[in-house]
């Protein structure tokens, strides 16, 4: 790591030489300590992205090409026109590597980040979802701790800011045994009008610069180039760079700031994250194109004598900066004051395209706006590991257990078992907007209030499946969390994404990001999707067990759904319907939990997407849902279409006959049938009378479709037509093996 | 006549707006928020102290909150007779500022529970159950990490009819298995000596929509019903005096 020198002062940055050089040739002069300290932020690849921009650019300018976008990437969050003056805005982020050191504050401030995130955006927070991965529980403390803390950081954040979460996913994996990955998401709603008075810029010169809410102290120096390293035995020494939340201060900001802006007197709005005042300031200012003069010394401290370098790259949660216009100051500040938020006038606005930061008469910052707001980029290198092969190789051991045995063991294994322990400890119910609630269906579907419309959210992706083919993956996990929303009888209409991965640096850390966001990128252009908005987690590598996550491009899709009568969930209802399966099933079982669970292999061959097939079988859907054909959905996903008609079973505790004859390809194996991953896949209920007139449609759509068999009003489930011979199996010792895998691992 | 109630909003305070919107827009009656230390009686019929986290509870649920010029105010409703309510956290208030009996404990499992279950009606001549039965089962939502109800009073509670909701299975059973947090006998709400003044964990502004609820049930709206015909009812009584 390199070291600066400024007026006898040293600090070790993590900027490259040329990086250093090409500073100072722009500044013409050596920067002070602080300004280095800025700049080391500002250019780390948390805030600048400099890793993972030239391919992010692969995405379309949701923008340009979807009238709909009001926010793209680039923004704090993406927003979308959900039609009736309403606008949706989301967001997914990162915070790994504080949670890996101190799991409770770190998701607890994760939740605080993210929901900064979208109120600077102007509206309301209105849901979090979160994305959670680990290593496996059994017989690992470690794992057990960071879940059960991660969890309640969560849990104590959300519930008291008063924001439901209602949806999230978890997966269980080696690879994440010490770098675990928090992934956090939020959605907020407000009107067109609140939302385009708060843009995140400061674009007229003049107006007063306030910041509120949390004080500013010691705590979160340089998080974001912690955060842009990979975990070593040293990273415990980095835990005080890891924020301390607090929730309530934090709905007080909501409240405050909601209420400011319905003043009409708020011209900018900027939360503090990621690189503290250095990072909200040179943002505000260098995309507004103003400049702005600060007075440091009426910024409040949590204790005396910090120095400017503290202040200025202080990461204390639970702070707001607001650009104000003149003639509404003291109004804004009356509501400040109402809720009892601290508050200063930090400095003014102006053209001069430079920020200057006074300590008393003292200057101590004075940069150009844009040169801090603009890191260079930097390109990677890219190189397919040669494992890939071998893994891909592996084949799929003789069947020597017996099915049944597999199936129990399957719906019992942590990635497939129920996540209740973890949801009861959320509020997913206050804001009284939650229509499918937790552990109901495949997304969280949340009424707006006022409308006859409906939002559906979903999160995930399989990360074992993308470890084998990160474009197949990242394609599959997009087809997934669509087929989320699409079960409960949404249509997908924006995306943002969280891409989790590891050393840039390192080619074949690199590789497994460039083809995952290929993967995006390509799919969502050809699926009609807008990319609103995204993050990026490099340097998730544990470099104590030289260990790297398997590569996670987490997708996050809202879908919209217009009136309730069109709200698809996921249990089966009436005895004698039929149970239909939707899509093509083929010998994929690379990266599927059978392989992982039964066998402890990672590889074999993994699914891939087929885009034509997977628009048609989204249209044949939609036709279905307008003939209101669809009692019950829900896609296919861990552990193959067995464990979905199962879980389906569950609820109202029905059971299912049912015949395989005639219904997949001869060469498969049994094992291939039941428990292959082939993505974009749906089991639906029908009323055996419309069975005609849906294969009909299935034949114009040219979309496979397969009567497995029959519901019955007795918890059992039978499968004929296998090679082997007859299996049965007894629902509500499924379901009992469901429930207990997380509790029976937590609680002790 | 026309009703006006009071939700008040503390520092901290989540419920508040869900509990707006079900008055106005489901139980239609005109219900004003109001923030905490702006609050004055004179203007309302009744008050509801909404779900939450006053003042962050980072110290004993509701106990700040107790302390708020608010309380004052509605301790002049609670000597007239005027209907105060709360909920979750506003439950938590009223024990705190001593207007109900008792305490509400960390939950026994430690942790935060929300979920769906069932309370039977023990007492239905109170504030807010005049419209139900006695042994009436509700269908409604808990969100709470301390909701544990204790008291060292029990014989008092029981023999004043003062336990008004207990934890139930969906038939009315008493029963540990009904218990979510390990409450003293399956204690879900409470009210004062004249009934007009009750508490409760549940939530009824989450169960007053059959699109909220699991079993498309409706049974938080005849709690607030229950509030409204218990203002008329001091309304006209008030008249014939």
């Known amino acids: 790591m390199p070291r600066v020198i400024s007026n006898g002062n040293e600090l070790d940055v993590d900027l490259t030489e040329p990086e250093i050089k090409q500073i100072k040739n722009l500044l013409e002069r050596d920067p002070t300590i602080t300004e280095w300290g800025m700049f080391d932020v500002m250019h780390s690849e948390h805030c600048s992205y400099k890793s993972s921009r030239p391919k992010l650019k692969l995405f379309e300018n949701a923008e340009e090409n979807y009238d709909y976008v009001l926010a793209g990437p680039g923004q704090d969050a993406g927003v979308i026109d959900i039609g009736d003056g309403y606008a949706l805005a989301f967001r997914i982020e990162s915070h790994n590597h504080p949670s890996a050191i101190e799991p409770y504050h770190g998701a ?287 084949k799929t051991p003789e069947l020597s257990i017996e099915l049944e045995e597999i199936i129990y063991t399957l719906i019992a294994s942590e990635n497939i078992c129920s996540k209740e322990w973890i949801y009861r400890q959320y509020d997913h119910e206050v804001g009284v907007r939650s229509v499918v609630k937790c552990g109901e269906g495949d997304s969280g579907v949340l009424r707006i209030i006022g409308t006859n419309k409906f939002i559906a959210a979903s999160v995930g992706v399989n990360s074992k499946h993308c470890f084998l083919d990160p474009y197949e993956g990242a394609k599959g996990g997009l087809v997934e969390i669509c087929g989320n929303v699409i079960a409960n009888g949404a249509k997908p209409i924006a995306m943002v994404n969280c891409c989790n991965f590891g050393n840039p640096e390192k080619p074949e850390s690199f590789y497994f990001f460039s083809k995952a966001v290929e993967g995006m990128g390509d799919l969502c252009k050809a699926l009609r999707i807008p990319i609103v908005g995204g993050n990026v987690s490099l340097y998730n590598e544990d470099e104590v067990t030289n260990t790297l996550i398997k590569p996670t491009p987490v997708i996050m899709i809202v879908g919209l759904i217009d009136g309730e009568e069109n709200i698809i969930t996921m249990p089966f209802k009436n005895t004698g319907d039929d149970i239909l399966l939707i899509g093509n099933t083929k010998a994929e079982l690379g990266g599927s939990e059978y392989h992982s669970v039964i066998y402890d292999l990672e590889g074999g061959i993994p699914p891939k997407v087929d885009e034509e097939k997977i628009k048609n079988i989204w249209t044949f859907i939609r036709e279905l849902y307008a003939n ?117 691992l937590m609680e002790f | 006549m026309t009703i006006k109630i009071a939700v008040i909003q503390f520092p901290g305070s989540n419920c508040d707006l869900d509990t707006i919107h079900v008055l106005n827009n489901v139980i239609g009656v005109e219900a004003n928020l109001i923030w905490h230390n702006h609050f004055k009686e004179s203007n309302y019929d009744g008050c509801i102290l909404p779900g939450g986290f006053s003042f962050g509870d980072y110290w004993r649920a509701g106990i700040i909150a107790a302390y708020s010029p608010a309380l004052e105010e509605a301790r002049k409703m609670l000597k007239d007779g005027r209907p105060i309510i709360g909920i979750c956290n506003g439950f938590q208030i009223l024990t705190e500022a001593e207007f109900l009996p008792g305490a509400l404990l960390k939950n026994d499992s430690l942790k935060f529970i929300c979920k769906w279950v069932n309370i039977k009606v023990e007492n239905n001549t109170t504030v807010c159950t005049n419209k139900m039965k006695v042994g009436d089962v509700l269908s409604i939502p808990i969100a709470h990490a301390e909701g544990r109800y204790y008291t060292d009073k029990l014989k008092e509670l029981e023999e004043n009819n003062q336990i008004v909701f207990r934890y139930s299975t969906e038939n009315g059973e008493i029963i540990k298995e009904a218990n979510p947090n390990g409450s003293m006998e399956n204690i879900a709400g409470v009210c004062n000596l004249e009934q007009n003044c009750l508490g409760l964990m549940p939530h009824p502004e989450r169960a007053s929509e059959s699109i909220l609820s699991p079993k498309k049930t409706i049974h938080g709206t005849i709690f607030f019903e229950s509030m409204i015909e218990f203002i008329k009812g001091r309304s006209i009584s008030a008249k014939s005096n």
């Open chain 1, 108 to 394: 607890a401030t994760g939740i605080g980040g993210i929901i900064r995130d979208i109120l600077c955006m102007g509206v309301r927070p209105i849901a979090l979802l979160d994305p959670l991965r680990f290593g496996p529980l059994k017989g690992n403390s470690h794992s057990q701790w960071l879940l059960k803390y991660v969890v309640k950081g969560i849990a104590d954040y959300g519930n008291c800011t008063g924001i439901p979460t209602i949806g999230g996913e978890v997966e269980f994996d080696k690879s994440f045994e010490n770098n675990c990955l928090v992934n956090v998401a939020c959605i907020g709603l407000g009107t067109i009008e609140d939302f385009e008075h708060a843009p995140s810029k400061a674009y007229n010169p003049g107006d007063y610069i306030i910041l509120m809410g949390g004080s500013t102290g010691r705590d979160g120096i340089h998080g974001v180039t912690f955060a842009s390293r990979t975990l070593t035995e040293m990273s415990e020494a980095d835990r005080p760079a890891v924020q301390i939340g607090d929730p309530f201060t934090k709905k007080m900001i909501i409240e405050a700031t909601l209420e400011a802006i319905k003043t009409g007197y708020v011209r900018g709005l900027k939360d503090l994250g990621g690189g503290g005042l250095s990072c909200a300031l040179s943002e505000l200012t260098g995309d507004g194109g103003t400049g702005a003069k600060i007075d440091m010394t009426e910024i409040f401290t949590r204790e005396p004598g910090m120095n400017s370098f503290e202040v200025m790259l202080s990461e204390s949660q639970e702070r707001m900066a607001f650009i104000v216009k003149p003639e509404g100051l003291e109004e804004v500040l009356e509501v400040f004051r109402k809720f009892e938020m601290a508050y200063a006038v930090i400095g003014r606005t102006d053209d001069s395209k430079v920020l200057e930061v006074y300590n008393r008469d003292k200057l101590v910052v004075s940069l150009p706006a844009i040169a801090l707001s603009d890191a260079p980029t930097i390109p990677r290198e890219e190189k397919r590991p040669d494992y890939l092969d071998n893994l891909i190789a592996q």
């Open chain 1, 628 to 744: 209101k054909f669809v009692k019950a959905n829900h896609d296919v996903n861990k552990g193959g279409f067995i464990i979905t008609i199962a879980e389906m079973c569950f609820k109202n505790k029905m059971g299912a006959n049912l015949d395989l004859n005639n219904c997949f390809d001869e060469d498969l194996r049994d094992d291939e049938i039941l428990f292959s991953e082939s993505v974009g896949r749906f089991i639906i209920e029908t009323n055996s009378k419309d069975y005609k007139k849906i294969m009909e449609i299935a034949k114009n759509f040219n979309v496979n479709v397969k009567r497995l068999g029959v519901l019955i009003n007795k918890p059992e489930l039978v499968i004929n037509g296998l090679k082997e011979r007859v299996i049965k199996l007894d629902v509500n010792r499924m379901k009992e093996e469901f429930d207990s895998t997380l509790p029976n």
